[in-house]
């Protein structure tokens, strides 16, 4: 039987697997090699889809229906690397112990303090550094990620002392079911809920409640980043980096590039000390929106609650060794980058 079973392939699984890694645990991990471009089974869901030019797709497959909403952005990636193969890498060191930044250094993910000669960014925040791997490459999990089982998780049952997992197994394309002592869900917010619901533990008419910070963009023509009594952060990025971020380039540039960021033209990304909450609901295997004027075009969404039970203390209903450990269980206490609570809170649960 499996000690530690982790469902997911991005940033968080690939924080989670190497701190138990360190402490000596035996971790297996549950999550697609590869791309899953068709699926027999499931419908793809064009609704949940970000793609960038530059970075490698990935695709949602659900079979639960979704109200189409305009003015919502949730993204959905079922693919080895998940969200950090179109991120920026941003992360906030400000509360990191110089103890886990040594620690990410051991495992061969650099930092990088933002400045437009090295990142084409700079922020407000003097904390904000981007993660890099040793070839000065943004931060991919799939660049360090070693799939164990290659498929994805579809239901889960509780037994006594252990957890059942039904998985469809890309290499044979056939269903299978393995236990583990212990489940950690680092999937999308998109995945975890299909995921209850074909466990048959979120039921119809079960209500959730997602927080993000507002946000927005909007062009600049000076270099400037100014400090706001509001606590907003806020991230300017000169031409080339609002280019390379809009089409997902994640390799280094070379140094000539330096040359444009004189050219007075940035992209002005603003996260406001202000949460908004999106409230839904299923219906009939149907999710349906609360009214709101726009959500998720951050992609840093968070602090999911169901019935009003935080993520984690809704599944630790269910069974004391079911945990989520990615973006949807972090709580974000302020605006910004959010990878430095998802390793908080992985962490706490650790």
């Not at 970075?55 to 003015?71: A, D, P």
């Not at 620690?103 to 400045?115: A, R, T, V, Y």
């Not at 299978?176 to 917010?189: D, N, P, W």
């Not at 000539?256 to 609901?281: G, S």
């Amino acid at each position: 039987m499996i000690k530690n079973l982790i469902i997911g392939g991005g940033f968080s699984a690939h924080i989670f697997s190497e701190l138990l890694k360190k402490d000596n645990k035996e971790t297996t991990i549950l999550t697609p090699k590869g791309n899953i471009v068709e699926h027999n089974n499931m419908k793809k869901n064009k609704l949940f889809e970000v793609n960038k030019i530059s970075s490698t797709k990935g695709f949602s497959f659900l079979t639960t229906k979704y109200e189409k909403r305009r003015e919502i952005f949730l993204h959905d990636r079922v693919s080895l690397g998940g969200n950090s193969t179109i991120w920026g890498g941003v992360i906030n060191i400000e509360k990191l112990p110089r103890k886990f930044i040594d620690f990410l250094d051991n495992i061969k993910i650099n930092l990088f303090k933002l400045s437009y000669e090295e990142t084409f960014s700079k922020s407000n925040m003097d904390s904000l550094y981007q993660l890099r791997n040793s070839k000065n490459k943004i931060y991919d999990s799939k660049d360090y990620i070693k799939t164990d089982i290659d498929g994805f998780a579809t239901k889960i049952f509780f037994h006594k002392n252990k957890i059942e997992v039904e998985f469809y197994d890309l290499t044979s394309n056939t269903t299978k079911r393995i236990f583990s002592e212990k489940v950690f869900l680092a999937t999308s917010v998109i995945q975890l809920i299909e995921i209850l619901i074909k466990s048959n533990i979120i039921k119809d008419n079960y209500f959730f409640e997602l927080d993000e910070f507002k946000h927005n963009f909007k062009l600049s023509f000076h270099n400037k980043t100014h400090n706001f009594t509001d606590k907003r952060v806020i991230i300017k990025y000169s031409i080339v980096g609002a280019f390379k971020h809009f089409i997902g380039y994640q390799n280094k540039l070379n140094y000539n590039f330096r040359y444009f960021n004189k050219i007075p033209v940035f992209i002005e990304q603003t996260y406001f000390n202000e949460k908004q909450t999106l409230l839904f609901n299923l219906q009939k295997n149907l999710i349906k929106f609360d009214k709101i004027n726009k959500f998720g075009d951050s992609i840093h969404y968070s602090d999911l609650k169901i019935n009003k039970k935080k993520i984690n203390d809704f599944l630790q209903s269910f069974s004391k060794n079911l945990f989520c450990i990615s973006m949807p269980s972090a709580s974000q206490k302020q605006p910004g980058p959010i990878s430095n609570d998802i390793i908080e809170n992985i962490k706490s649960i650790i």
